[in-house]
């Protein structure tokens, strides 16, 4: 429409600059003469545009994650501990044909040294949600400060807006290497925060 | 006229980029994780008794030869700038006899971390104090097995010649060596 509108102007700017007003004006008129020529039924109605927009949202629960290392038993390494508090809701809508992507980072503070922290994700519970939640990423990421995919292929879908709805997350934290590395480990309270992001769609 | 071109085409423009604000990129969500590592250490031995003898075959030599192992297992986490020691004291030790220990730092691939330096020919003496016998131990982990940890190598022999006329024949007499891991400072 805009195009026809600008080509219209066009035309219109060429037969002024010509001077050649009156061809113009009989153009036009045939124009509404063929106009009225088409309009031949009675029916009357409104354009309703409905839009969609394309959007995403995203939240924990804000479970608190508390971790430890220790051992009880003497010779022996720190066990690994894990943690399954954490839910990560979210709601999307895409463009027909495009996906989102869960990932996480590190955005404050490290991993202590000579450890490593682990994080996967489950499938999307079942009781509250809808739609194409997307496939976990089978193989737990290590965090560092880099965005990893957590969950891939999300299209439009809602996880539920429960405590305990959405992309179940599962922290897992021990010695990194301990044969080599143990060494490293320093005794101390760490706190590092972990930012989640839900993907632009990968038609943008 | 082509002033009117130019505003309708800005209004066009202006109209895509506000589509393009109204759809939403990308979102995030933080998430704060306490992760604690408390100190730890904790010391074993394997448990198991060692059995020496001094006795000799030839006549003329003085009694010798009572050698054993044992194995201290260790499990270490310290803070920073932090050490630990494993000292030793002893009861028991019969008269006129000479008891040492070699201990070596664990190697047989159950380990990790830094596990310290070991000492050779420590002499432990009935009453005496504390003898250090590994030094510089950080976080580290030895192994639980029965043969994984410290290898501590005791020799016993007969003592000084001059006390050699105490030495009395005995058996199951029984010798207590306390270990100890301590920090550093």
Redesign the interface.
């Known amino acids: 429409m805009?195009l026809q509108?600008?080509i219209l102007?066009?035309l219109?700017?060429n037969f002024?600059m010509k001077k050649s007003g009156l061809i113009f004006i009989m153009l036009v008129g045939s124009l509404l003469l063929t106009t009225n020529a088409w309009t031949q039924d009675w029916t009357a109605g409104d354009n309703v545009t409905l839009t969609v927009?394309?959007?995403?949202?995203?939240?924990?629960n804000?479970a608190?994650?508390?971790?430890?290392?220790?051992?009880?038993?003497?010779?022996?390494?720190?066990a690994s501990t894990s943690n399954s508090d954490?839910f990560?809701k979210i709601s999307s809508i895409v463009p027909g044909g495009t996906n989102?992507e869960i990932t996480a980072r590190i955005?404050s503070g490290s991993?202590?040294t000579?450890?490593a922290?682990t994080l996967v994700s489950a499938p999307c519970t079942t009781t509250n949600s809808g739609g194409i939640l997307g496939t976990p990423v089978a193989t737990p990421i290590t965090l560092s400060a880099i965005d990893q995919d957590l969950v891939i292929g999300i299209a439009t879908c809602y996880t539920g807006t429960g405590y305990n709805d959405g992309y179940q997350m599962t922290?897992t934290?021990g010695?990194d290497s301990?044969?080599?590395?143990?060494?490293?480990?320093?005794?101390?309270?760490?706190?590092?925060?972990?930012?989640?992001?839900?993907?632009?769609h990968d038609g943008? | 006229?082509?002033n009117?071109?130019l505003i309708?085409?800005m209004v066009?423009a202006f109209s895509m980029l506000t589509i393009n604000v109204?759809?939403?990129?990308?979102?995030?969500?933080?998430?704060?994780?306490?992760?604690?590592?408390?100190?730890?250490c904790?010391?074993?031995t394997d448990a198991g008794s060692i059995s020496l003898e001094l006795t000799t075959t030839e006549a003329g030599a003085q009694i010798s030869g009572g050698t054993g192992t044992g194995y201290a297992?260790?499990?270490s986490?310290?803070?920073?700038a932090e050490t630990r020691t494993i000292e030793a004291t002893i009861t028991g030790v019969p008269a006129g006899t000479s008891l040492e220990v070699d201990t070596a730092i664990p190697s047989n691939?159950n380990?990790?971390?830094?596990l310290g330096s070991g000492t050779s020919s420590v002499a432990l003496v009935n009453g005496a104090g504390a003898v250090t016998l590994v030094t510089t131990i950080?976080?580290?982990?030895?192994?639980?097995s029965a043969t994984?940890?410290y290898v501590l190598s005791y020799t016993w022999d007969a003592g000084a010649v001059g006390d050699y006329g105490s030495i009395v024949a005995t058996t199951g007499s029984t010798a207590t060596v306390v270990l100890t891991i301590t920090n550093t400072p």
């Open positions: 805009l509108l600008l102007l066009h219109l700017n002024i927009q394309d959007f995403c949202l995203i939240e924990t804000y608190p994650v508390a971790l430890t290392l220790i051992t009880s038993t003497a010779g022996a390494a720190a954490l990560v989102r955005s991993v202590p000579g450890t922290l922290y934290w010695p301990p044969s080599t590395n143990y060494g490293l480990i320093e005794s101390n309270t760490y706190n590092i925060i972990v930012v989640f992001t839900i993907t632009a943008n | 006229m082509k009117l071109i309708i085409g066009g109204c759809a939403q990129d990308s979102e995030t969500s933080n998430h704060s994780l306490d992760m604690g590592i408390p100190e730890v904790l010391l074993d297992q260790v499990s986490i310290v803070s920073a691939g380990q990790g971390g830094i950080g976080s580290c982990f030895t192994g639980t994984d940890g």
